[in-house]
């Protein structure tokens, strides 16, 4: 079974700064992916940021990249130039590769960002 | 425009008796799931189904049950077995790995449900 673990249970980031937020995982896989996603107040799951385990390059959306360190199981995801609308709960979850067609997620508890202005 | 819609978005309910709750989407997607979020808690995975007419059980099935008839709907039962029912509710679907980039799930905007 897949744990995934974010020890920040809350954070805030002065608005145009940045901000890193944890993320470790637990896996025998060897074939997985890993998602950041975001949950406004309006509790609608947004998709941040999506990594393949067996790509080496970090992915980067706009202000959103991630430290994905597949030795170390941990995959960090760093905000720039943060935005009061980037005030939300954010999640990390991980999906092993199935071949089947279905991905099942394992999401950790997440962590309350806010962002001041 | 393509989604997924659950509806309602907030259902009361005495205690024993049984509800569904809807999910449908029109995004052409083969796997839907059920999740469930409790305060300061992560999402679990209910149910998920990968084709119709075929689902599967996820982490805490137990009290729950669905069906998937069509493609577009992936309905779940909250039953009364399920002792804490109470949560916020979930539906994600997700295309098949044969169609590309897919393996993202989109989700819809939740029914808070609340039993009392």
């Known amino acids: 079974a897949q744990t995934v673990t974010q020890s920040q249970p809350e954070m805030s980031v002065q608005e145009a700064e940045t901000v890193t937020l944890s993320c470790t995982y637990d896996t025998s896989e060897n074939n997985y992916y890993l998602f950041w996603y975001k949950q406004p107040p309006s509790r609608q799951m947004i998709l941040v940021i999506r990594?393949?385990?067996?790509?080496?390059q970090n992915a980067t959306e706009n202000r959103f990249s991630v430290n994905f360190q597949k030795a170390a199981k941990s995959f960090s995801l760093k905000i720039s130039d943060s935005q009061l609308g980037d005030t939300a709960m954010y999640f990390c979850?991980?999906?092993?590769?199935?071949?089947?067609?279905?991905?099942?997620?394992?999401f950790g508890k997440g962590t309350k960002l806010s962002v001041i202005p | 425009d393509g989604g997924i819609t659950q509806s309602p978005k907030y259902l009361f309910r005495k205690e024993g008796q049984n509800v569904t709750l809807s999910c449908e989407q029109n995004l052409n997607h083969d796997a839907m799931y059920w999740y469930r979020q409790d305060p300061g808690q992560g999402l679990r995975l209910i149910y998920y189904s990968q084709i119709v007419n075929d689902f599967q059980k996820g982490d805490i099935a137990e009290g729950y049950s669905v069906s998937r008839e069509k493609k577009e709907s992936f309905p779940l039962t909250v039953t009364s077995a399920q002792k804490n029912p109470t949560a916020f509710y979930l539906c994600a679907s997700s295309s098949p790995s044969g169609q590309g980039l897919n393996y993202e799930q989109y989700f819809g905007p939740g029914t808070r449900l609340t039993v009392t």
């Open positions: 979850a991980f999906s092993p590769y199935s071949g089947a067609g279905s991905y099942q997620l394992t």
């Open positions: 990594q393949e385990a067996y790509k080496q």
